[in-house]
């Protein structure tokens, strides 16, 4: 038990490995990744776009935004918090992942002074592997 704990705060050290698909020039996207960075995730980053992946992993552009990124065998879509990730990764549900479509100001990655304080309402979905979601946690 000593040893299981042992190398459960040595992962923790370690970060949860995050793979994430962004533009090169997106700021945004380098945002979202040190709010993850931030939470206990260790990001590897591919400035290739993420219009293929996202259909690779079979995610639906109605999803979309403006970056992929895959966790746990998850697929994380857009500017979602750690928290509802870390809830995901907690609760394993039967799903393809989360999404939050388009780019919700106020959301992590776009929450930084340009925005002046504005927080938009929004949902982060959980999209089931038939396509279909349902919301997961709603911010305001």
């Not at 945002?31 to 290739?48: L, R």
């Not at 394993?92 to 776009?110: E, F, N, R, T």
């Amino acid at each position: 038990m000593l040893v299981a704990g042992s190398l459960h705060a040595q992962a923790r050290r370690a970060g949860v490995a995050l793979e994430v698909w962004k533009d090169a020039n997106c700021g945004c996207c380098g945002d979202w990744i040190t709010h993850m960075e931030q939470n206990g995730f260790k990001a590897t980053v591919h400035d290739t776009g993420n219009n293929a992946v996202r259909a690779r992993l079979g995610l639906a552009t109605k999803y979309g935004s403006c970056h992929t990124a895959l966790v746990g065998g998850y697929v994380v879509e857009g500017h979602v918090p750690a928290a509802d990730v870390q809830r995901l990764l907690r609760e394993k549900p039967q799903a393809l992942g989360l999404a939050a479509p388009g780019m919700p100001v106020g959301s992590p990655g776009m929450d930084g002074a340009a925005y002046g304080g504005r927080r938009d309402r929004y949902d982060t979905l959980l999209v089931l592997r038939d396509g279909s979601s349902r919301v997961f946690q709603s911010h305001t």
